[in-house]
């Protein structure tokens, strides 16, 4: 049975953007991520080893995060590749990068992209 797991709202700070005050300085970035998995077997034994642990998937996006990129969707393209290498099993994969308080010249909450593979 397929089940749609959602990691959401985890937060970094981290270096990417095409200017180089922002990847000197730094900014927020929030990330929201679902993938599709087969729990079936995690389902009935309660077992996490049945499942995909939430704490690896988290820390395979920290890395990505990490790593200085001029375009968000750069980011998240690296995310989903390591995410589909280290997890072969799941699927459907969906990340929104958004990027807090973007120096775009005027007030805007975040800027963001969406990539699913």
Do not use: W
Not at 27 to 49: E, G, K, P, W
Not at 77 to 104: E, G, M, V
Request: charge should be negative; include cysteine; charged fraction near 15%.
């Amino acid at each position: 049975m397929k089940t749609t797991i959602s990691l959401n709202g985890m937060r970094f700070y981290a270096h990417h953007g095409c200017f180089e005050a922002e990847r000197v300085v730094g900014t927020q970035f929030r990330v929201n991520l679902s993938f599709d998995a087969d729990t079936s077997r995690a389902q009935q034994s309660d077992d996490i080893a049945d499942t995909i642990s939430y704490l690896d998937v988290y820390q395979a996006v920290k890395t990505q995060m990490q790593q200085p990129s001029n375009l968000l969707e750069h980011v998240a393209q690296r995310i989903i590749t390591a995410l589909a290498q280290q997890f072969p099993t799941i699927s459907n994969i969906t990340i929104d990068i958004h990027k807090l308080n973007p120096a775009l010249g005027g007030e805007v909450g975040s800027a963001s992209v969406t990539l699913r593979n």
